[in-house]
């Protein structure tokens, strides 16, 4: 059985009473399908780029995104650090919601490491 999570860890779809739990990886569990997959993936090494499970997941990505390449991480707050340290400089600002997880939970990485701060907004 499922339950709702807590509403500000949320997104509802749009003009549907559907919801999507965002608040992490562990709240799901992987069907069987999912779990021999992972059985019978293929191995290597990423930093190397000898991973050919992450080779075709970046080259798809960055098809399906138009770009270049694409780059995988391992975390979402990894992803969101990454994308802020592409946009910002050392000592920047950014604006976020006060609820927002980056702000919430992600224990101030945003300034820790890439030197920027942050002012938060009321969002609805």
Known sequence: MVSKPPAQYTTTVANSSQYIDMRSDTVT?????????????????????????????????????????????????????????????????????????IHRWEQGNYAQLAGVSATTIDVD
């Open 29 to 101: 569990l992987p069907s069987e399908e999912m779990k021999q997959a992972m059985v019978n993936a293929l191995l290597g090494d990423d930093v190397y780029g000898e991973d050919r499970t992450v080779n075709e997941l970046e080259a798809r990505c960055a098809e399906l995104f138009g770009k270049e390449a694409g780059l995988f991480v391992v975390s979402g707050t990894m992803g969101n650090l990454l994308a802020i340290m592409a946009h910002c400089q050392r000592g920047d600002e950014i604006i976020v919601g006060k609820h927002n997880h």
